[in-house]
């Protein structure tokens, strides 16, 4: 069966570069959700987004936007990266009414130095 | 302030043995609590998740048992193999508004020893 799809999978950046990390969701799933995962820490909620329009936003900065587009495949974008936002960001899909079952892609690490 | 508790962070266990995994919420609006195992590098798969009308719900050798007046939740892992070594978490979300992001626990990091 189809999975979520991330990329890229790892991501090296400098401080106050931008980066863009993508999301396919399984196909037929309307649902996608994005959360950080920091090094050994349990993955917090930052955004999501139910048929291209946000729904429901979490501890994400300002720096940070995100959008799903018309195939329903999503874009994180982050701008002026800290060191800080390295972490493994994680993006999640799911199908309303089909049980809230939120299937994980295999997550981008991003490294920023 | 952390809304699912977990513990403990860490248990290792005996080939064959039971692990036993606790979370605790606070938000009583939350009425779906999945258990996802994570290996390193890899994405969270979900195992098994439960509802508020059940007391406990069992697939394999994994078994979720769910107390909705103490508010708690566990993860039983029945005959466990080395292969099941892993990261575990607890989540919760309320699902009644559409709001269906998950609140994770801090994690249990579990080694299962020959």
């Known amino acids: 069966a189809a999975g979520v799809i991330q990329s890229p999978r790892h991501l090296i950046k400098e401080k106050r570069e931008t980066a863009t990390l993508k999301c396919y969701p399984i196909p037929r799933h309307d649902t996608v959700y994005w959360y950080q995962q920091g090094p050994g820490q349990d993955p917090q909620f930052l955004i999501s987004?139910?048929?291209?329009?946000?729904?429901d936003k979490g501890s994400i900065p300002d720096r940070f936007s995100a959008q799903q587009f018309s195939d329903y495949h999503s874009e994180l974008n982050m701008s002026s990266l800290e060191l800080g936002d390295s972490a493994l960001y994680f993006c999640a899909s799911s199908l309303v009414g089909s049980g809230d079952t939120q299937y994980f892609g295999p997550g981008t690490r991003l490294t920023v130095l | 302030q952390q809304q699912v508790k977990q513990s403990p962070q860490s248990l290792i266990v005996q080939k064959g043995g039971i692990s036993i995994i606790n979370c605790a919420y606070e938000?009583?609006?939350?009425?779906?609590f999945p258990w996802y195992q994570q290996f390193p590098g890899k994405g969270p798969a979900l195992l098994i998740a439960i509802r508020p009308d059940v007391s406990e719900k069992k697939e394999g050798r994994f078994t979720i048992s769910f107390n909705k007046s103490a508010k708690q939740f566990s993860l039983h892992i029945m005959d466990s193999q080395p292969g099941d070594s892993a990261t575990y978490f607890c989540a919760a979300s309320d699902t009644n508004f559409g709001n269906e992001k998950l609140t994770f626990g801090t994690g249990t990091r579990l080694t299962i020893i020959p």
């Open positions: 987004f139910y048929e291209k329009m946000q729904s």
């Open positions: 938000n009583t609006a939350f009425d779906y």
